[in-house]
């Protein structure tokens, strides 16, 4: 692995563990056993390294959810592939990185929203869109304000404290979000297709609530 990729990989692993204000050049050079002077070699400051693992992570996201629709056998299965790209993308996420970058990397924050705007909000888009056609998604909802509301809302929940965190946990949230979207988009045959994935088939429903 070239010095370049060993500083991101490794930055971007410090940051996850003790947030990104916090860890610093020194902290990243100590770590890797390599000089401040060879990181700034690459990246001029911390926010270009910042704005750098933003990208890859971001990029990396973009073609989990891209690949949703190859794998999935119709919109209710594709449902499902995307909610778990969410559900994955939020998992390790803590709210005070994203914090973070809105008020301290303004440019990261902005490559960010632009994913969220763009990947996030279109793949729930095409998703919709697929099931109103398929006849498993009721076609009196608006594809473009309920993909809106549904990222909107899982961003709140993580951003903005609106839950009491000794009595649930992120995940807990987010089931109890994604059954209230469900219930508000699918048809009769909708519901009982999904419930084919969810119940009926054992490894479809281990993976779902991983």
């Not at 989990?64 to 449902?79: G, I, K, M």
């Not at 965190?165 to 995940?171: A, C, I, R, S, V």
């Amino acid at each position: 692995m070239e010095i370049r990729e060993k500083i991101i990989e490794r930055a971007s692993e410090l940051m996850m563990q003790f947030g990104i204000r916090t860890v610093t050049m020194d902290d990243i050079s100590r770590d890797l056993g390599i000089s401040k002077k060879t990181i700034y070699q690459y990246f001029k400051d911390k926010k270009e390294l910042v704005n750098r693992i933003t990208s890859l992570h971001l990029q990396l996201e973009e073609e989990r959810f891209v690949s949703t629709v190859t794998q999935s056998e119709n919109s209710v299965h594709e449902l499902i592939l995307v909610s778990q790209c969410l559900r994955e993308s939020m998992k390790d996420m803590k709210m005070s990185l994203m914090n973070e970058l809105q008020k301290f990397y303004p440019d990261a924050w902005i490559k960010y929203e632009d994913f969220k705007q763009g990947v996030l909000r279109d793949s729930i888009i095409r998703v919709i869109e697929r099931g109103q056609k398929e006849g498993y998604f009721r076609k009196e909802v608006d594809p473009f304000l309920i993909a809106t509301m549904r990222i909107e809302q899982v961003q709140s929940f993580i951003m903005m404290n609106l839950y009491p965190k000794e009595k649930y946990t992120l995940y807990n949230v987010q089931l109890q979000l994604f059954d209230h979207f469900i219930h508000g988009l699918f048809t009769i045959e909708g519901h009982k297709l999904f419930n084919q994935y969810t119940i009926t088939n054992p490894k479809q429903n281990e993976a779902f609530n991983q």
